[in-house]
């Protein structure tokens, strides 16, 4: 038994084989046919402000006990800009700044202009719903790593190996506790703390709660990462 964020005990394995997957599903589902409108004007912009495919050319991404999956996500930057980064020699010195900086940029080139405001409003995100109702994401839950990500950031920081193995045991959230704590710029070790927190406090009850300050975390772009 653990004790979640408010106080009341609850079984976290219990919750997150049988509720937490009802509730995902549901969500999932109504959220989606909801923001159905939201969608398609997104996919429009895209295809009018630049070549390409409306969803990412991104990679898969490390899922639960560390099996690969697809993440679906609107495009909101160049073609094969995830290579490009990597592959490419006039991104190099971005490419270093990117996992200097906890593989994250506060300014990349790579996004294009209707990218710049799906990203800060969290709408590229939408998609995942998708991934939810396949069951390869949860609606709330740790953030969806890369492989590579993962691999670079547990040299940097080998004090963590546990607390990734933690967060790996359940599935990985839309939503999560570090995007609506404010403390999206944290590097790696801090953010797969707060991951591994929540996993040791997961409850229906904190995911309610996690969920309800999602809305502002979006609008207030304290979300976006």
Partial sequence: ?????????????????????????????????????????????????????????????????????????????????????????????????????????????RITRVGKFIRKYSLDELPQFINVIKGEMSIVGPRAYYPDELEEQQRKYPKTRPMVAKVLSVRPGITGLWQVSGRSEVNFDKRIAIDAYYVDNMSLLNDVIIILKTPWAMLSAKGAV
């Fill in 1 to 109: 038994m653990k004790e979640n964020l408010s106080g009341s005990l609850i079984s976290r394995p219990l919750y997150n084989a049988y509720p937490k997957r009802i509730v995902d599903v549901v969500l999932a589902v109504t959220l989606l046919v909801l923001f159905s409108p939201v969608c398609f004007f997104v996919a429009i912009a895209i295809k009018l402000d630049s070549l390409g495919p409306v969803l990412a050319d991104i990679p898969e991404r490390v899922g639960q006990g560390n099996t690969l999956f697809n993440f679906h996500k609107f495009r909101s930057m160049i073609v094969n800009s995830h290579f490009a980064l990597r592959t490419d020699k006039k991104f190099k010195e971005l490419y270093e700044q990117y996992k200097k900086n906890s593989f994250k940029l506060t300014e990349d080139p």
